[in-house]
């Protein structure tokens, strides 16, 4: 192990020796950022047992008892909730409740169903749906104008798969996306499932339990964010279906047949059926946890001031069948450089002159709820925060650099937003240490991917401190249960680590704090 480490570190150490200018103060933190190191924390963090570490699940809670445990036993200053690591928060989260149902009323009269046994949603939308019913066969139907006129403020019910083939009966993501746009003005769309097979209500629910379980999670009192830009879609079972298309035919395996023959249905109006659909909501608090960790000054006159390190540490959770979202990039990568940050100014026989903090948030893939939550309950006044540099997925390439066959690169975005003083003081670092190509292709914000407002530095930003995200790019992985520990680029990462950290050091350590050029929460 340590003769690897020597082997690892001598690279790092001749590029340092090539630049006169960098400060030897800062030599053996700098050093300390290892590929080894990373990898040993990242394997823990993207493992199995933590199930994806998704917000006020368990892997999330043994993810944040593992960083409070490397915060300790680095020495930092526990500055959280009773002096402990961490600062706690309630969230509020709503999934489909029990007690939604749909009613189908016939001649014989109303007969209700239950959800989970005859229909499934993932709508958040706590209303009732009572409209028309419109029947348009195949969910790959395609409409004309006077179609398009008929199903507006109705409920459309079609049947899954594809129209010709009858061995397919799936319901796939891109499908039901394609559905619920495909029919504009309706306020509700049915899709069919099948008797049997991966179209079944009972498949079905074993692939969305979890998402259903886990539908949405905002701060108490935040209003909900966001529209709704399609109509919400049901998966109903055979007996729901088979009261609903009774006039179309003997049986539903009858209507089937029928709409697999060779013209499109006419979209028709249900005249022997009405519907309504009460989608109810339940709530209940949570609670999760941001992991905060202090190393304090060496300078009495600036020691208030603080330089704070964040990254995520939740993800995705679990998804369909069980398969877990390992989230190595996102951003395990962010969260491990964070543990290897606070050991490199821990372990540096030199402190910096101001503080330095290091935070791992929670919530951020349910809407920057960690960060929001930190900004609005700061435990380091925001005055006294000098800059966050967050840092969210560096250990992969984009397609971009891929293409070029390069991997020493890091998007920065948000450094000259705040602060022009903090960008050029980046640049500089990275001249006298990783010589890493910068690129600010993303600083834009108005470039269409908007990643200045999609991660966690975005909060500090509204509130007027200068930030800098550190980013390496969406790959093929990105938000899938292939995100794991085998494809990440450690020497690759190390680089920008040591990058961070340099840059950190430099600004703990100036003599002035950082100048800022716009009015303080301007972005």
């Known amino acids: 192990m340590r003769k690897l480490f020597l082997l690892l570190v001598v690279p790092s150490a001749l590029v340092v020796a090539q630049s006169k ?65 961490f600062q706690r ?30 229909f499934l949603t993932q709508s958040t939308r706590d209303t009732i749906y009572q409209a028309p019913v419109v029947f348009v066969g195949y969910m790959d139907a395609t409409l004309d104008s ?25 319901i796939s993501a891109a499908r039901r996306v394609s559905f619920s746009r495909s029919f504009p003005g309706s306020v509700a769309t049915m899709v069919v499932a099948d008797d049997s097979g991966s179209g079944s209500i009972d498949r079905l629910y074993a692939r969305f339990s979890r998402a259903m379980e886990k539908t949405s999670m905002r701060l108490p009192g935040a209003q909900t964010r966001g529209g709704f830009s399609f109509p919400p879609v049901y998966y109903i079972s055979p007996p729901l279906a088979g009261e609903l298309l009774k006039e179309f035919g003997k049986s539903l395996d009858d209507v089937r047949r029928k709409a697999q023959g060779g013209r499109d249905i006419k979209p028709t109006t249900l005249k022997q059926a009405s519907v309504r659909i009460e ?3 339940s709530r209940e608090v949570r609670q999760s946890e941001n992991v905060i960790g202090l190393l304090e000054g060496s300078d009495p006159a600036v020691k208030d001031e603080v330089v704070l390190f964040t990254a995520h540490y939740d993800h995705e959770g679990i998804g369909a069948d069980g398969i877990i979202f390992h989230g190595a990039d996102d951003d395990g990568s962010g969260t491990v450089a964070v543990l290897e940050l606070a050991e490199a100014f821990a372990t540096n ?3 910096p002159r101001r503080s330095v903090a290091f935070m791992t948030v929670t919530g951020e893939e349910k809407g920057l709820l960690g960060s929001e939550y930190y900004v609005k309950h700061p435990i380091i006044p925001l005055d006294k925060t000098v800059a966050d540099l967050n840092i969210d997925m560096i250990g992969r390439t984009d397609k971009k650099y891929d ?13 000259d937003k705040i602060s ?17 190509s910068l690129d600010y292709l993303y600083n834009d914000e108005n470039n269409p991917d908007g990643f200045y407002y999609r991660s966690d530095h975005y909060n500090f ?7 800098i995200f550190f980013f390496t790019g969406v790959h093929v992985d990105y938000h899938r249960p292939t995100d794991t520990v085998d494809k990440i680029q450690f020497s690759k990462m190390a680089k920008i680590t040591r990058l961070i950290f340099y840059t950190g050091w430099k600004v703990a350590n100036k003599t002035h704090r950082l100048v800022t050029n716009t009015p303080a929460a301007a972005r």
């Open 21 to 85: 200018s960098f400060d030897p103060y800062a030599r053996i933190g700098f050093e300390s950022i290892t590929p080894n190191d990373l990898s040993a924390h990242l394997h823990f963090i993207a493992s199995p047992e933590l199930e994806g570490r998704e917000t006020t699940f368990r892997g999330q809670k043994v993810a944040a008892r593992y960083i409070a445990s490397v915060f300790q036993k680095l020495g930092l200053k526990p500055i959280g909730d009773d002096q402990s690591y």
């Open 279 to 281: 989608s109810k909501l």
């Open 146 to 170: 006077a179609a398009q006129a008929l199903i507006k403020g109705k409920i459309v019910v079609a049947f899954g798969g594809r129209k010709g083939d009858s061995k397919d009966t799936s």
């Open 403 to 415: 293409e070029l066959k390069v991997q020493d690169y890091v998007y920065v975005i948000g450094s």
């Open 349 to 351: 026989p030199v402190r």
């Open 420 to 436: 022009i003083e903090l960008d050029s003081l980046l640049k500089t670092s990275n001249n006298e240490s990783e010589a890493l």
């Open 89 to 118: 928060f309630d969230l509020e989260v709503t999934r489909i409740s029990e007690h939604s149902n749909i009613a189908v009323t016939t001649r014989k009269g109303p007969k209700s169903f239950t959800i989970r046994r005859d």
């Open 461 to 467: 930003a509204r509130n007027g401190i200068p930030v």
